[in-house]
């Protein structure tokens, strides 16, 4: 104990010491960054009342939102208002602001102006004088300020064009169309491409501020940036190179100080400290320097993804200091790391038969994350941006979101490719969460211009974005676009665009310019530890290669209408998308079908008796050219018909957690052949039935609740060969993440509906460490006797431990029918609600299976540390009750049982026919 006390205040005073030496006598002097949000008006260009007078504007903000806030349009996501403001992506829109600059300010060798994100086309204005004409949401905009700015007030105007107009006017270039383009040369413009419309999202074709702008100045040096490189890593000591980018203003010598920033918390209150690595004094020449300080950490933390180990941080604070008696801190920087190795592995099958369900397939090559030497099977799903206006969102709307993936035990997110490179908060949230991301660059589902303009453009955009994000340790790789190669050889545009062989070949070579020579060499240049991979997928579902090498995007389930069976045999290496769509949830329909009367809402707003998906309005929220006919189809072979619409909800939430279930069961099982599986799609943009998991204000649908139970570490898989004539047999799976064997039991027991117990067993088992293994199978003859299938259920755990120190690892219920023709009885469920330990407990017990139990309220809104669950006779369910958000957070709040109580429903599937 003296011992641990001993080094505890060994560390703490030589943190406090060192940093003491490093900056207690020094005159710090940062560089001077004044932010632009504040006084911004905008008005439209031309002719109207829109012209005539300014509207006060917020920035980071969108035209659509400035409109909004004004009453000048309704909100866009209720009813149809979407076609009523389709009108504002026509016209041009200007932005003003003032700024002050002191003399003092103005005596600095630099100021910028600094624009992080405008969108798209945008000409800038300081004091009347053109400074830039922007033409890239994705860029970060650097003006060189000083000779244009004044002492006193000075006049940022940002005046911007229709996307429309000039993506038009630049199709012109060349005779034809580009595959998956429109008129408006949406692909021209580099600009996220979900603003024109997708298949879960409306078309709002933005502009405006949409990130911040602020004034740089400084003096003698500036750190444009810090990226560290980890050079090697042992359990010993991680070797580093941090690079430093300096811009000088003048040939000078300095003295470069590297620290790790080591936060404390104790009862001194103390917390942040800094111990130096290295410093090493340089010489600079007039203007770009790139500076290279070797260093080291001992006994370093690795950074590990969700599941396997905490994502430790490191912060490394880099300080260039003045050489000399003064010492001033010219300037410095502070970015965090992690410490992992991180391979994507492509390795040839060694024999043929490692494909699952088929030993007849040809060898392929693996695709497989390796993490600190560790084969790990990556779970999660894809996201997409969160908003269509997104300078709303919120740091705690990606907190929410990030936490939602990390609470479904994923380890994995993919950044889709026709949306953003995200905020920093993202992957901030995503390291501390040990989320994974795949990460695209900004291009989906159409051809790419090649015209040097455009290529420089891009070289340009995949720099900023590289070079900003890739301290994360999140970011697992870089890939160059969503489904293009796939398109170009799949989807038929050299018949449907009528090319020529010449045309064809010159199209391929714009492709092959961008996402094979410009965008690896940027990531090969700034981020050269990382992973590229150009298109994803690497083959389109439709060809056989899809399914043995590379990630795969299977869409013959939806858009093909094939069964959910047919998850089971299309298993490729690496499931990058596959999905399933659903309504969202009811109290989300309300906000955009029955919003509460106020000025500018939907003139058709709905009552609740009016609601069904042939409406104008449900049909406005579904994007999808055959959605609700498609979930019809996939309803109907698997359920019976809803009574009634808010049933309808309920049941295509079941429905595509049944589909999604089957899938990713198959790929877990899978394993090592298949080491990932990413649906489609994690969360929504705005309120509409989509494919997402979570909707556009986070509340879960049935699909989160499963894929909870479904990522775990340990999980029980079941699978049915479905032979006919009697031939059926079933084969449970453990699948086990975890890197150790883990010994239990299996216990089985086929129930009754009503609870009889027909037969049980119990068997000793291993779940070996980091695989899937068949732990138990049977034909399904001998196994059900002359039991009733559509009244039987076998239940499954894998329990670990021993007497009352058992704990049950996972569990799997495995019906023998589609739940239509399940013989359900209406369940009498009892409830008792209880406080404890400042959190809200719900108890359910049945007399009978209660099927995909729902809970909800009757007004108001709570999160549900369960729902949609089976509840078999006899068993206790606990269901913990959280305010809306609490449970993102990990906290715990009481909800007063009393009116909880009043104010509870709850419904299992036998009341929706």
């Not at 470069?256 to 917390?271: D, F, M, Y």
């Not at 009889?756 to 000793?764: I, R």
């Not at 399904?780 to 007497?803: C, Q, Y």
């Not at 549900?864 to 305010?883: A, C, K, Q, W, Y």
């Amino acid at each position: 104990m003296k011992h641990v006390f001993f080094s505890y205040w060994s560390r703490w005073l030589l943190c406090a010491g060192c940093c003491l030496l490093c900056a207690g006598a020094t005159d710090i002097i940062a560089m001077t960054t004044i932010p632009i949000k504040d006084g911004w008006r905008f008005r439209k260009i031309g002719t109207g009342k829109l012209s005539m007078h300014w509207f006060a504007a917020t920035v980071p903000g969108t035209i659509h939102t400035d409109l909004l806030r004004h009453g000048i349009i309704p909100d866009p996501f209720e009813g149809v208002n979407e076609s009523r403001v389709q009108w504002v992506e026509r016209e041009s829109w200007e932005y003003e602001t003032t700024t002050m600059c002191s003399a003092a300010l103005l005596a600095n060798d630099a100021v910028e102006l600094v624009f992080e994100g405008l969108d798209t086309y945008a000409h800038v204005y300081i004091n009347n004088v053109s400074v830039l004409q922007a033409n890239n949401m994705f860029r970060t905009w650097r003006i060189d300020s000083k000779r244009y700015l004044k002492i006193g007030n000075n006049t940022i105007r940002v005046v911007f064009d229709p996307a429309t107009t000039r993506g038009a006017a630049l199709t012109k270039q060349i005779p034809f169309t580009l595959g998956g383009d429109d008129s408006t040369g949406k692909v021209w413009s580099r600009k996220a491409q979900y603003h024109y419309g997708w298949d879960w999202g409306p078309r709002f074709i933005t502009c405006g501020i949409w990130r911040s702008v602020h004034l740089e100045a400084w003096s003698g040096v500036h750190l444009e940036s810090v990226h560290v490189v980890q050079q090697s890593l042992t359990d010993k000591e991680a070797r580093l190179s941090v690079i430093a980018e300096i811009r000088a203003a003048r040939p000078m010598t300095t003295t470069v100080h590297v620290s790790e920033r080591c936060r404390l918390r104790q009862p001194a209150g103390i917390n942040l400290f800094g111990v130096e690595l290295n410093k090493q004094r340089v010489t600079l020449q007039k203007g770009s320097n790139r500076v290279v300080i070797k260093c080291s950490l001992n006994n370093p933390q690795r950074w590990w993804c969700n599941g396997l180990g905490k994502p430790h941080l490191y912060s490394i604070h880099c300080d260039i200091v003045e050489n000399g008696v003064g010492k001033r801190v010219l300037d410095s920087a502070t970015t965090r790391i992690g410490l992992r190795t991180l391979e994507i592995v492509q390795e040839k099958d060694q024999k043929k038969d490692t494909a699952p369900n088929s030993a007849s397939k040809p060898a392929g090559q693996s695709f497989m994350v390796r993490l600190n030497g560790v084969p790990v099977f990556m779970k999660g799903a894809n996201y997409i941006p969160p908003d269509s206006f997104l300078p709303r969102v919120t740091t705690e709307d990606y907190r929410r979101l990030v936490s939602d993936a990390a609470m479904a035990n994923m380890n994995m997110l993919r950044v889709w490719g026709g949306g953003t490179y995200e905020r920093d908060e993202f992957y901030d949230l995503c390291d501390e969460q040990g989320i994974l991301v795949w990460q695209d660059f900004m291009f989906a589902c159409a051809m790419v211009p090649g015209d040097s303009a455009f290529v420089e453009n891009v070289r340009q955009e995949a720099i900023d974005n590289v070079k900003r994000l890739r301290n994360h340790p999140c970011i697992a790789l870089w890939c160059g676009n969503n489904e293009i190669d796939e398109a170009w050889h799949n989807w038929g545009w050299q018949k449907q665009y009528g090319y020529s062989s010449a045309d064809s070949a010159r199209i391929w070579s714009w492709y092959e310019r961008i996402f094979h020579d410009v965008l690896p060499a940027a990531v090969a240049e700034h981020d050269p530890q990382r992973f590229y991979w150009r298109s994803s997928p690497q083959h389109g579902w439709g060809r056989a290669e899809s399914m043995l090498e590379g990630d795969s995007h299977y869409w013959g389930v939806w858009w093909g209408l094939e069964p959910f069976e047919r998850y089971e045999e299309k298993v490729g290496r690496f499931m990058s998308e596959y999905g399933m769509q659903a309504c969202p949830p009811m109290l989300t329909i309300k906000t955009f079908a029955m919003p509460n009367s106020a000025p500018n809402s939907a003139p058709n707003s709905l009552s609740i008796e009016e609601l069904s998906i042939s409406s104008a309005t449900m049909k406005a929220h579904q994007k999808h050219p055959t959605g609700y006919a498609s979930i019809q189809a996939y309803l109907e072979r698997d359920y019976k018909p809803a009574k009634n619409f808010e049933q309808y909800v309920y049941v295509t939430q079941l429905l595509q957690a049944k589909g999604i279930t089957t899938a990713i069961e198959a790929h877990r099982r899978a394993k090592p052949y298949c080491m990932g599986t990413l649906y489609w799609q994690l969360n929504d943009c705005w309120q509409v039935t989509s494919w997402s998991s979570r909707d556009y204000f986070g509340r879960w649908k049935a699909l989160h609740y499963a894929v909870r139970d479904l990522f775990a570490d340990v999980a029980l898989s079941a699978h049915r060969h479905r032979a006919g004539d009697g031939k059926d047999s079933l084969e449970l799976y453990l699948v086990s993440d975890r890197l150790t064997d883990v010994s239990g039991m299996l216990e089985l027991r086929l129930l009754s509906f009503d609870g009889t117990q027909l037969w049980s067993s119990s068997l000793p088992v291993v779940a070996r460490a980091n695989a899937s293994s068949v732990v138990f199978t049977t034909p399904e003859a001998a196994l059900l006797g002359v039991a009733d299938r559509s009244r039987t259920v076998l239940v499954a755990e894998f329990k670990s431990g021993a007497g009352n120190n058992a704990s049950t690892l996972a569990k799997r219920l495995v019906y023998f029918t589609q739940p239509k023709d399940a013989a359900l009885s209406k369940p009498q469920i009892s409830v008792k609600i209880s406080g404890e330990s400042g959190r809200t407990v719900i108890e359910l017990q049945s007399n009978t299976l209660a099927k995909n139990v729902y809970l909800s309220l009757r007004e108001g809104e709570v999160h549900f540390s369960d729902n949609f669950f089976d509840l078999l006779p006899g068993e206790i369910r606990r269901v913990t009750v959280m305010p809306v958000g609490a449970h993102a957070l990990r906290q715990n709040a009481d909800i007063e049982p009393d009116a909880l109580r009043q104010l509870l429903l709850l419904q299992s599937l036998i009341d929706s026919y």
